[in-house]
């Protein structure tokens, strides 16, 4: 596979510019200083490095247009390296429950800045926003609802997607849930167009691989009377014009609502019924490196509340050890985290989830 287009294309300086322009107004960006950094090394391990990047290169499929530019991306993957191993070799300490290792992913030869500008959607609301829609789970208690449950194991979840250099993740999250509440009502689990939503949900908030939140996508499904399939409309990672006329609505949905905002024990009454999209923070260098099937944030693992990143919650369990888990479906392909699912702590913090996961939930009602 070749770097995506918006990588290599003309739009590199637009991207510099872009980069450079974050840096100034984030006062959030705590990573960029990571990528940035060179470390030293000798010679000797320079080229062990240079080794290693021509295998992950080999593994990935990667290549550049012109050796300058594989030049700058062996210099960002070097970069994403010494913090993989570095945070590996801490985490590999005597004693204690040793924390999951990170991987050079396919997001290895991507600064922080461009994976924050493709993968993420960036776009930060006031939980505020995310009331008043009702909660038709609210009467229920823990009791009502199983130990755990995992919706893959029901058949309600589609193998995992890859949105590609595209930051409409909203898009992804939101199918998913649609695509959970189809097969839950109709027993038919068919996988929906997320390009449908990239190229004609284009309201205020909705901005095709740029930003967009997942309400406003269910507002189109409700309003537009419903998703065709990805078989109809496939993805292409950009956006386009709308195609939607002619083609099938194969799933409708009659509403959404919002989960309570910051409160795991409402979207676990949620996620016991259905997928239910969610947002979160998916920008710290664990999360983008994370690797196995290990339950992220149990062994340290850090993350903020700034919800840049959309995916959709299929289940909630308890692990051998007592440790509770949320099971989150990712749009960023099969290669990441476990197989592109990933479990993540629950019930750890009083009143967000962690990586602000329960503070902008929402589902559709069909
Ligand atoms: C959280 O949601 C549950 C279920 O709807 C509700 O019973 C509980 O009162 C809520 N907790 C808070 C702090 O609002």
Redesign the pocket.
């Known amino acids: 596979m070749a770097l995506p287009p918006p990588i290599r294309s003309k739009r590199l300086r637009k991207l510099f510019t872009l980069a450079i322009f974050l840096v100034i107004v984030s006062c959030c960006c705590t990573h960029f200083a990571l990528a940035a950094r060179e470390v030293s090394t000798g010679a000797g391990h320079d080229k062990a490095m240079r080794e290693r990047y021509e295998k992950w290169m080999a593994e990935h499929g990667r290549t550049y247009m012109d050796s300058a530019e594989k030049a700058r991306r062996f210099q960002v993957f070097k970069s994403n390296a010494h913090f993989i191993d570095s945070y590996n070799a801490a985490a590999a300490g005597p004693g204690g429950k040793s924390r999951p290792g990170l991987t050079t992913n396919k997001f290895a030869d991507l600064t922080e800045a461009e994976f924050n500008n493709f993968y993420l959607r960036r776009r930060p609301r006031p939980p505020s926003v995310a009331v008043g829609t009702g909660?038709m789970?609210?009467?229920?208690?823990l009791s009502d609802v199983p130990a755990n449950i995992d919706w893959r194991e029901k058949g309600a979840v589609t193998p995992v997607k890859d949105q590609d250099s595209c930051g409409c993740c909203w898009a992804f999250s939101a199918v998913a849930a649609v695509e959970g509440i189809h097969q839950i009502r109709t027993k038919k689990l068919v996988s929906l167009s997320e390009q449908q939503l990239v190229d004609c949900s284009t309201g205020v908030n909705n901005r095709g691989c740029n930003l967009g939140d997942m309400d406003e996508a269910f507002r189109y499904i409700v309003h537009s009377g419903g998703l065709t399939t990805e078989e109809a409309y496939g993805y292409e990672a950009q956006q386009g014009t709308c195609r939607s006329s002619g083609k099938k609505a194969k799933a409708k949905i009659r509403n959404f609502q919002y989960v309570?905002p910051?409160?795991?024990?409402?979207l676990l009454?949620a996620v016991a019924h259905q997928p239910v999209s969610i947002a979160l923070d998916g920008s710290s260098n664990a999360f983008r490196f994370f690797g196995g099937s290990d339950i992220f944030g149990a062994g340290g693992q850090q993350c903020t509340t700034d919800l840049n990143h959309a995916v959709t919650a299929i289940g909630y369990g308890t692990d051998e050890d007592g440790t509770k888990y949320w099971l989150i479906k990712n749009s960023w392909g099969s290669g990441w985290a476990d197989q592109g699912y990933v479990k993540i702590a629950r019930d750890v913090t009083s009143?967000t989830g962690l990586c602000g996961l329960a503070m902008q939930a929402s589902y559709p009602v069909a």
């Open positions: 909660f789970y609210g009467n229920m208690g309570p910051g409160n795991e024990t409402a009454l009143n």
